[in-house]
């Protein structure tokens, strides 16, 4: 590899890892919005929990807890830890601590080498935060799949409670 490339490169590979964080923020946008879908429509379907017996709550509140748990995983993914990067003059946070003309003076004071060691070390701390983002979607996605299951047969319990309880008229 030319020496000369070695900042363009490294920066059209900072560029690659950070254009997969929109990927994986897209799926979990789907994820939460059938989460929420799941839990309202679970939730505005509920009947009274005094006329349902203890037994017909097992399926709903195994429902409500899979889709918890998949939010739960949504909103991790969503703040992942930003730890790291430190004295880095690419690092967003660690340029924010400093003044501007002290962030100025240091950036245009570092040598090339020092300069692609830090974008690289960008590089690999993005890859770090995206993968723990994209273990969290994933997570997610498995608890609302598992959540599909447990969801449909308390809309059903809630349609034969409803059915149930209705007046019948002769």
Do not use: C
Not at 115 to 141: C, H, M, P
């Amino acid at each position: 590899m030319k020496p000369d490339l070695l900042p363009s490169i490294a920066r059209d590979q900072l560029t690659l890892v950070l254009d997969f964080f929109h990927r994986v923020d897209a799926k979990a946008s789907v994820v939460l919005a059938v989460d929420t879908g799941m839990a309202g429509y679970l939730a505005s379907h509920l009947p009274s929990l005094g006329i349902m017996p203890i037994w017909q709550m097992l399926a709903p509140l195994l429902a409500f807890a899979l889709v918890g748990n998949s939010l739960w995983h949504l909103y991790k993914g969503a703040f992942p830890n930003l730890a790291g990067g430190n004295l880095s003059l690419v690092y967003f946070r660690e340029i924010a601590k400093r003044t501007e003309t002290k962030f100025i003076d240091e950036f245009v004071a570092q040598s090339e080498s020092d300069y692609v060691k830090d974008v690289l070390g960008q590089v690999w701390r993005n890859s770090e935060i995206l993968t723990d983002k994209f273990n969290r979607v994933k997570l997610a996605f498995i608890f609302m799949a598992l959540a599909v299951l447990p969801w449909a047969v308390s809309l059903a319990q809630f349609a034969v409670q409803h059915a149930n309880l209705a007046p019948r008229t002769p």
